[in-house]
């Protein structure tokens, strides 16, 4: 059964276009210290060697003014090719080729929207961005206009600013060259999903180039259950002055997504399953995993709009000056029935038990206005030779959220048997004046510098300095009252936040290194939303400090076998802090912070080639979170307990075989460790409802045949043993989603 839904749009508050500062034209005297050297500015690529399958000899930001060889963090890159051998249609899709980060599902009552993800035990979902530029938005992304994903882990204000205790994500989007090519897919997924994609590439004129990547999506998700999702995406692009000192880019995207929301199932007769109203739940059967407990008028609409315009200008050889101007914009619009508590009066009767359903509402725009203006440059001062990085930022983003009500009531669902077509009353949406409309206004500068002291020894540092300043507006109504009552919140500050990092060569293609770096997490930075100091803890209130995160990585870093293998390990440790409101005085009402949350652990990766037909990318990392500060012995933040949905244990693997010119083999596994959702050490497991998710391993698969020159055949097989796992479990343990089941996806590509 497909389940489609036709809707039901509300005009929201227009969102205010608010004019950025005209950018001030910044540089450095180093175009005059430029001095001959081997390496020009025209090497520093985003990619590595083309013959080399999967690894990246740097990342695309200029603020990494090293190779990755030489650069002291934990970086991978995740190149196109890869996404298109595993047939990834998604970024968290993507980043399942990286261990240490795992999804989530919204807490209790309220169903997460978009790419929500912990990453090294932190909260990562608001550190996505796009080409450099931060990416707000409650949305699920889509990797067909990606031409790389970039996962840089630990503390990296730094590099993006504040609210980045995890690292980040950087998503490079495919730009225009000089080549005339054309390129699609046509897949088709068991189940139902139709995906099509294209690439069209056109030179024009002496330096001139245009592209335009396609996409278009139906049908049901990979095999969880008959809930149609309808994606629809373009991204036109065009360049000029290629091949020439002063090169313009304008691209942009466009998203449109039109789904059936899924609520997820309840746990019940899953291992670990815990009722003490109905203890006869226990021994109680799982529900049928293709089981959906919304009703026919849930629906989810996305729109993702995005205009980038960059321009690249060679000051001198090897000094580069690079300005991008960005507007974008998302709104999620949604309404969902999700599964809360179970009533089983009847121990004898299985068929009268219920589940109850808890209408819910997401209604949420986002908007950005950014400029950024970049100079990198080489040159030798004082005998020692330097890689210059420096620029400013200017970033304005706004986050409005109304509130809708006249959801309806819904009945009770069966448990085992829901009909989404059972009776919902009282359903007439509308906005009843309250709001949050939260604006941050960004201005941060910042330099990086590798300075080579000798072939044996490099030295990376990096510093920003940044001011922000958040305010947010709302509107409360209470009952019986219909009258808004509106509310003003501000929070400003000075953000510094520094890398340093000394790299020691033993070889040309190896390092050994040991890097320190900071963030900084003010008050409302993820959501924009400023809270007021009242009687309850809230970490997002105007008055109280910003958290601060720090890391210590030792590691070492290898490109072997002729530099077709990257070779990584690293030892780190993150320490963050005040991360828990403390009364301090109960007459004054006074606030202060402490709390002290550790992660340490031990990542481990190879990324390229072992013989030019045998490719291959692996993680392993082995993680341990711990709160060593708090304010009470008991409860999530006691002295002792860990970070929920952090696994101890995580890896990834892939790898592909050619075995001649036409037909290669491949193939790869994820495993997760046990996910705790009792973290409390002091906690009863055997009376708490779904303590933990337990551990799985994900075997895929897939081989590929070039038909012609023109037209090349693959299939994948996903979770090929067709293992029952659970890939996200809410905060309340009442409801989880169950990992896609074994399933085979056919794809026809064509490159003329």
Do not use: C
């Not at 998203?255 to 199932?265: K, L």
């Not at 304005?396 to 006249?406: A, D, S, Y």
């Not at 929070?491 to 770096?517: C, E």
């Not at 045998?614 to 709160?627: K, L, Q």
């Amino acid at each position: 059964m497909t389940i489609r839904s036709r809707k039901h749009t509300l005009a929201a508050q227009p969102l205010l276009n608010q004019s950025l500062l005209a950018m001030a034209a910044i540089g450095l005297p180093l175009s005059v210290q430029a001095q001959a050297q081997e390496k020009t500015m025209a090497e520093v690529k985003v990619e590595a060697a083309a013959d080399v399958a999967y690894k990246a000899d740097r990342a695309s930001s200029p603020k990494l003014t090293a190779p990755l060889v030489d650069t002291p963090q934990t970086i991978t890159v995740i190149k196109k090719e890869l996404l298109q051998e595993q047939g990834a249609a998604s970024v968290m899709e993507a980043l399942q080729n990286t261990p240490g980060i795992t999804l989530q599902l919204g807490e209790n009552g309220n169903t997460s929207a978009g790419d929500t993800f912990q990453m090294r035990g932190f909260s990562a979902q608001s550190s996505i961005f796009v080409d450099g530029i931060r990416d707000l938005g409650a949305v699920s992304r889509d990797a067909f206009n990606l031409e790389q994903v970039e996962v840089v882990k630990g503390p990296a204000g730094a590099d993006i600013g504040r609210g980045a205790a995890a690292g980040y994500i950087n998503l490079v989007s495919k730009t225009p060259v000089r080549e005339d090519a054309v390129s699609g897919t046509v897949a088709f997924t068991q189940g139902g999903v139709k995906r099509l994609t294209a690439d069209v590439q056109r030179a024009f004129g002496s330096s001139g180039a245009f592209r335009l990547n396609l996409m278009g999506s139906d049908g049901s998700q990979k095999g969880s259950r008959a809930l149609d999702r309808e994606s629809r995406g373009i991204a036109p692009s065009v360049a000029w002055g290629l091949g020439t000192p002063t090169r313009l880019y304008l691209y942009s995207q466009h998203i449109r997504q039109d789904n059936v929301p899924d609520g997820a199932i309840p746990s019940v007769g899953m291992a670990g399953f815990y009722n003490g109203t109905y203890p006869w739940l226990a021994k109680a059967q799982r529900v049928d995993r293709n089981n959906w407990y919304g009703l026919d008028g849930d629906y989810e609409d996305v729109k993702a709009d995005m205009v980038t315009a960059k321009i690249e200008h060679d000051l001198a050889p090897k000094t580069k000056l690079t300005n991008t101007t960005r507007y974008g914009k998302s709104k999620m619009d949604r309404i969902l029935s999700g599964v809360n508590a179970i009533t089983a009066l009847d121990a004898a009767n299985p068929a009268s038990w219920t589940v109850a359903r808890t209408r819910q509402s997401v209604l949420q725009e986002n908007r950005i206005l950014a400029n950024t203006t970049n100079i990198v440059s080489e040159f030798d001062a004082f005998g020692v030779q330097h890689t210059i990085s420096t620029g400013l930022e200017l970033l304005n983003e706004e986050q409005f959220t109304p509130t809708r009500v006249g959801l309806g009531t819904a009945s009770a669902a069966n448990l085992y048997n829901p009909n989404p077509k059972d009776p919902l009353n009282g359903f007439a949406p509308y906005l009843n004046g309250a709001f949050s409309k939260g604006e941050t206004t960004t201005v941060g500068a910042y330099l990086f510098d590798t300075i080579k002291l000798n072939e044996q020894w490099l030295v990376n540092a990096g510093l920003r300095y940044e001011r922000y300043d958040t305010e947010t507006n709302s509107a409360t109504v209470t009952a019986p009252s219909t009258v808004p009552v509106a509310a003003h919140l501000e929070k400003s500050g000075n953000l510094s936040s520094y890398k340093t990092g000394l790299v020691y060569k033993p070889t040309a293609d190896g390092s050994i290194y040991l890097a320190y770096a900071n963030s900084k997490t003010p008050p409302g930075s993820a959501n924009l939303s400023l809270a007021a100091q009242g009687t309850n803890a809230n970490i997002n209130s105007a008055a109280l400090k910003p958290q601060t995160t720090t890391n210590v990585e030792l590691g070492t870093k290898w490109d072997v076998i002729q530099k077709q293998l990257a070779l990584t390990a690293a030892l780190y440790r993150t320490t963050n802090k005040d991360e828990i409101p403390v009364k301090i005085d109960e007459v004054t009402n006074t606030w202060g912070q402490l709390g002290k949350r550790q992660v340490q652990g031990v990542e481990l990766g190879a990324v390229g080639q072992v013989t030019n037909a045998w490719s291959v990318i692996a993680g392993v990392a082995f993680m341990d979170t711990e709160i060593k500060e708090s304010n009470t012995g008991a409860g999530n933040n006691g002295l002792g307990a860990a970070t929920r949905w952090s696994p101890k244990k995580s890896a990834t693997l892939w790898t592909n075989y050619k075995l001649n010119d036409k037909l290669s083999l491949g193939g790869g596994a994820r495993y997760t460790g046990t996910q705790y959702r009792l973290v409390d050490p002091t906690g009863d497991a055997a009376k708490t409802n779904m303590p933990s998710m337990p551990s799985y391993t994900v075997v895929d698969a897939m081989a590929a045949y070039q038909l012609s020159k023109n037209v090349s055949l693959q299939l994948n097989v996903y979770n090929v043993f067709d293992k029952f796992y659970l890939s996200s479990l809410n905060n309340g343990g009442s409801r989880f989603v169950i990992g896609a089941p074994r399933i085979a996806k056919a794809t026809a590509s064509f490159q003329f």
